[in-house]
């Protein structure tokens, strides 16, 4: 903390000097086989970007200065790329390097083999395509103040080789620093100590910004917005980054941010990063959240004026130590980030809002997982995942997982047993095997009862949910069924009583109706509970899903207005599914709508909607 906040007070600031550079891990389990690195022959220590960003042409162009460690002899060096359009790469003498670009694999991209020889630093000169798919490029109609284009980035899990080229994989952390050109009314901020808040003239009609990341961290950390961007401090070291017209009501909603760092310190040690803000986006930001070191990326949807998601920032927060601190050394362990990060974000949850508040967002997620465990091949639900990513209960298995042994072991030693283990492992990359490794030797300790009650393996390595698991049962949620109960009787949509229900009650009453109902009563709930016009866009996109499964054509215009203003996944996909699902009824909607929204959502939403719904002509 101390350390940015005297980087800021330097004019002109110096770019702080890397650490030493991060270990990696050499052992099969982690291997990556998402990059064509070869760390152990030569690998990149320190990125240091000098970018302009082009809003006409979609690109960005400049250049990457990459610091290189190499093995004794070591002549060439191994970097990720997706399509970038590479114009000459030199020593940092400016001597020209020989390099070839291996042939594009739809998933992983191509290899950028470079002949160092004896150059230990070596300057790219590229731009990134104009389907840059870290990329999302807004126009000014996207955002919400309308006057400006916006551009951010999402570099999880393999993204960011579509405009760095560098060595895109977890288990190579790097340090970095940026220069970023932007046109002179917008701002740029990134995932690093913003060492010029308000810019430096840099030409005509230009701003420039700089940044520094002084720690090691893996590369899909490096994050970049730009837009029109105000900034408010919400205390000491947390603040809101957003649009300027939703800067006070983005501020009300996150007030307790700087206290969720506090309850997260109290936890598991502290805060390692300096500055810890938000950045709310526009709309079409496809996930909750986006834990990018300094700076969380957020959806807008979390801004309900209730504080009732606030979950969301607690997750990106606990990621500071699950994921940015100690990290996944490959994606099939992915649930090293996410499944702790879910646990964890539980805690703070507890630790600010009280027991039953943790049980209601614990109890759903046990809805979640046992779902996921319905519909998922059994392969796929293993935490330790195949070679590409986990399966699809990182968050939800491995956060039960993680409560099991807290229950198992009392909660005083396992605290003791996490907050050890963050500082082994800081800015470390990690494997299951190295985790069950560590809590053998300093949780377990060679205790038999203890290893046999807890059954690691069973939940590390094979599908399905051991029987030890613990179900955190919430008092809310089941009153929440209760009022479903009476509902089923018979009782008027009139009597339920939902003045102060949170998002999650609604989740649970919405989600617990039958899935077919009468049309007179979907008219009457919809009427009485006002579900088509809810600002709320998580109980619109609840409601969408029931209503398109009773093709209830009322609630068409509500839909049809929803889901262009919302570009977040979990929010949409499931109203495109069920859409798709409907067939004859559905289908001329969904072709009606998604051509229109398609362009406001992120192309990592995109690939995934064309794949379901067919690419609009
Ligand atoms: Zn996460």
């Not at 300096?274 to 801004?303: K, Q």
């Amino acid at each position: 903390m101390l350390r940015f906040a005297l980087l800021l007070s330097l004019a002109p600031p110096a770019l702080a000097a890397p650490d030493a550079p991060a270990p990696i891990l050499t052992t099969p389990e982690a291997v990556d086989v998402l990059t064509y690195a070869q760390p152990q022959v030569a690998r990149v220590t320190h990125v240091d970007l000098d970018l302009a960003v082009d809003f006409a042409a979609h690109v960005v162009r400049g250049t990457a200065a990459l610091d290189i460690l190499a093995a004794p002899g070591a002549r060439e060096i191994v970097l990720d790329d997706r399509k970038l359009a590479v114009a000459r790469i030199t020593d940092a003498a400016g001597h020209p390097l020989r390099f070839t670009v291996g042939p594009d694999d739809p998933e992983k991209g191509a290899s950028l083999t470079v002949q160092i020889g004896d150059a230990r630093r070596i300057v790219v000169t590229y731009a990134s395509d104009p389907h840059a798919n870290a990329f999302a490029w807004l126009t000014p109609a996207q955002t919400a103040g309308k006057a400006k284009p916006y551009l951010f980035s999402q570099g999880e899990s393999i993204l960011n080789r579509s405009w760095i080229p560098t060595q895109d994989s977890p288990g190579i952390r790097q340090s970095w620093s940026a220069t970023i050109t932007v046109p002179a009314d917008l701002t740029a901020v990134m995932s690093a100590a913003r060492l010029t808040p308000e810019g430096e003239p840099a030409g005509p009609g230009q701003r420039r910004f700089r940044f520094a990341m002084d720690r090691n961290v893996p590369p899909y950390l490096i994050a970049l917005a730009v837009g029109g961007i105000g900034f408010a401090a919400i205390d000491h070291r947390t603040g809101v980054y957003t649009e300027p017209a939703s800067l006070a009501r983005d501020c009300a909603e996150l007030a307790d941010t700087g206290r969720m760092v506090d309850a997260a310190e109290a936890l598991y040690g502290p805060y390692r990063w300096g500055r810890y803000d938000v950045l709310v986006l526009p709309p079409s930001f496809p996930f909750g959240g986006m834990e990018n070191p300094t700076l969380t990326f957020a959806t807008p949807t979390i801004i309900t004026g209730d504080r009732s998601n606030v979950d969301v920032i607690a997750h990106e927060l606990a990621h500071s130590w699950s994921g940015n601190l100690v990290t996944n050394a490959t994606w099939a362990d992915s649930w090293l980030n996410e499944g702790f990060t879910t646990y964890f974000e539980n805690r703070i949850d507890e630790a600010l809002y009280g027991r039953e508040r943790a049980a209601v967002l614990a109890d759903l997620l046990w809805d979640d997982l046992q779902r996921e465990l319905k519909e998922s091949a059994p392969a796929a639900t293993r935490l330790h995942g195949d070679a590409t990513g986990g399966g699809a209960v990182d968050y939800t298995k491995g956060a039960t997982f993680l409560r099991t042994v807290e229950y198992t072991v009392g909660r005083a030693r396992w605290d003791a047993y996490l907050r050890g283990y963050f500082d082994r492992h800081a800015f470390a990359p990690q494997t299951t095997a190295g985790f069950l490794a560590d809590l053998r030797a300093n949780l377990i300790r060679g205790d038999k009862d203890l290893e046999a009650k807890l059954q690691l393996d069973r939940w590390a390595y094979e599908p399905g949910l051991p029987d030890n698991a613990v179900h955190v049962k919430s008092a809310t949620l089941a009153a929440i069924d209760a009022t479903l109960g009476r509902l089923a009787a018979g009782a008027p949509a009139a009597s339920v009583d939902t003045a102060r229900w949170s998002t999650q009650e609604w989740i649970r009453f919405l989600n617990g109706l039958p899935r077919q109902l009468p049309a007179a009563r979907l008219a009457e709930l919809d009427a009485t509970l006002h579900l088509s016009v809810s600002p709320n866009p998580y109980i619109r996109s609840a409601w969408a899903v029931l209503a398109i499964g009773n093709r209830y054509d009322p609630a068409v215009p509500g839909i049809e207005a929803f889901l262009p203003s919302v570009g977040r996944g979990l929010l949409i996909r499931p109203v495109y599914a069920a859409l798709k699902a409907q067939g004859d009824w559905g289908m001329p909607i969904a072709r009606r709508v998604y051509p229109r929204a398609r362009s406001g959502y992120h192309p990592v939403i995109v690939a995934g909607l064309d794949r379901v719904l067919g690419p609009p002509e």
